[in-house]
C-alpha cells in the first residue's frame, strides 16, 4: 500500500465515478468477544481480529488488482499513536471520519463518544498527507459521520440525521457543500437500529439510474431544501426521481449490509460482499460488473466494503 499522499489532491463528485485513491486502515489485532465488549464497541457479536486482517488483506489487494492506489491510514502516524490505535476496535471502519465532496475533503466529527478516537486519529493522518489547503475542518458543533452522507449526483446528496450525525453538524456542512456544486439536500431520519447505524446500509446508488434501499425507507419522508425554494416533504421515490434514480427495494427479512453497503469501483463495476446475493442479481440484472469479496467477519462490526473504505479521488 502506499504511503506517500503528498501529490493527491482530494476529488469526488459522485458515488459512481472510476475509483483511483482509497484510504483505508487495517483492523487492530484485537479480538471482541462477550456480549459486554461487543456492545461496548457496538458490533453485533463477537469479532477475530486474525480473520478480519486476512479478510482485508484480500480485498486491499483486489482494489489493487483493479489499478486502485491504497493509502494505508495507519502508515501516517507516529510510533506512539500507532501504539494506541493498534488497540482501537473500530478504526477500521474509514468511512465515517472524513469524505471527499468536490475538491475538498471534509473531516467529521463522531456522534458516538466510542468513536473519538477513530476520528482523531484518522484526522492525524490525513492533516499530515493531504495538502491543507484541501482540508475542510470538522464542525464546531455537532456531530457528522459520513456513512450518513451519499452524493446522489454531483448537485445532490441525500443525509441522515438524528443518531450518529446531527442536524447541527449538517448545517454546519451546508456551506462546503455549496461551494462544490451541492445545491439541494435531502434528510432522513432512520430509526435507531443497532443493525443500521448508518444511511449506507439502508441505501446506496446502483447504477446510473438506479439505487437500492431497505423496504422501510416507503415511509420515512425526505426533508429537501435547496438554495432557491423553501424547504419541502416527500417521499424518497420522488426525491431520487428527480434525480433521475429508480429504487430496488431490499425486502425487509434480509440482511441489509452485505446487499447495500457495496462500493463502486467505476460506474459498471461494484464492490460487494460474497454474501451480497440480492445485490449480485441487480447488479448482473443492469449488466453490470460483481467483484465478490469476503467481508463477514469485518461486518460483525456493524460495516462492510463501503464502511472500510474512504474514496480519495474518483475520475
Known sequence: MSQILETIQPHCRSELDELRVVALCPPAKVNVSGAKEVASVHFSQSFFAATAQRQHAALVNTLEQHRVRVVDLREALLADERAVSDQMANRVFVRDPACTIGLRLVVGAAGLPARDPD???????????????????????????????????????????????????????????????????GLVSLPRWPDIPHLDVAANVLSQDSMVACSFLRHILVEVSDLQRPNTYMTLTDFVHRHGYTIHWLPDDVDPLP?????????????????????????????????????????????????????????
Open 119 to 185: 476520528f482523531h486519529f484518522a484526522r492525524l493522518s490525513l492533516q499530515r498527507e493531504i495538502p491543507a489547503d484541501c482540508i475542510t475542518s470538522e464542525p464546531n458543533a455537532g456531530a457528522i459521520e459520513f456513512g450518513d452522507v451519499l452524493l446522489l449526483r454531483s448537485d445532490a446528496a441525500l443525509i441522515n440525521v438524528g443518531w450518529r450525525t446531527t442536524r447541527v453538524g449538517v448545517e454546519s456542512l451546508r456551506p462546503v457543500l455549496a461551494s462544490q456544486g451541492v445545491t439541494e439536500v
Open 259 to 315: 446487499n447495500i453497503n457495496f462500493l463502486h469501483l467505476d460506474p459498471d463495476t461494484v464492490m460487494q460482499s460474497s454474501r451480497g446475493h440480492h445485490v449480485f442479481e441487480w447488479v448482473q440484472e443492469a449488466r453490470m460488473r460483481a467483484v465478490q469479496v469476503d467481508v463477514s467477519e469485518l461486518e460483525k462490526g456493524g460495516g462492510g466494503v463501503r464502511c472500510v473504505t474512504m474514496p480519495l479521488v474518483r475520475q
